[in-house]
Nanobody, 113 residues
Framework: QVQLVESGGGLVQPGGSLRLSCRGS????????MAWYRQVPGGARELVAH???????TYADFVKGRFTISRDNGKNSVFLRMNSLKPEDTAHYYC???????WGKGTLVTVSS
């Protein structure tokens, strides 16, 4: 069955960096558009970035210039490099296979001094 497993979250100071990873299985990863979303407690899940099967990327305005989404089809993985992190980036980050109901369980990113 389809599985998405995130890793790489943690505690980081403001201005710091983290790299999130998501490994997909149970489908042809290279043909799938993939995305990262985030959600704070009590808030709506919001799109952070997505990448098409061909490698075209799109970003939410609030992360442009700070975050980079990429993929490695050989590793069935999508990544989110997060630089210049701010306290308001604190959230659970979720991996999503575009156009489906498949989501990972999420990884928590906390930006705090």
């Amino acid at each position: 069955q389809v599985q998405l497993v995130e890793s790489g979250g943690g505690l980081v100071q403001p201005g710091g960096s983290l790299r999130l990873s998501c490994r997909g299985s149970g489908y042809i990863f290279s043909l799938a558009g993939m995305a990262w979303y985030r959600q704070v407690p009590g808030g709506a899940r919001e799109l952070v970035a997505h990448i098409t099967s061909g490698g075209t990327t799109t970003y939410a305005d609030f992360v442009k210039g700070r975050f980079t989404i990429s993929r490695d089809n050989g590793k069935n993985s999508v990544f989110l490099r997060m630089n210049s992190l701010k306290p308001e980036d604190t959230a659970h980050y979720y991996c999503h296979r575009r156009g489906t109901d498949y989501w990972g369980k999420g990884t928590l990113v906390t930006v705090s001094s």
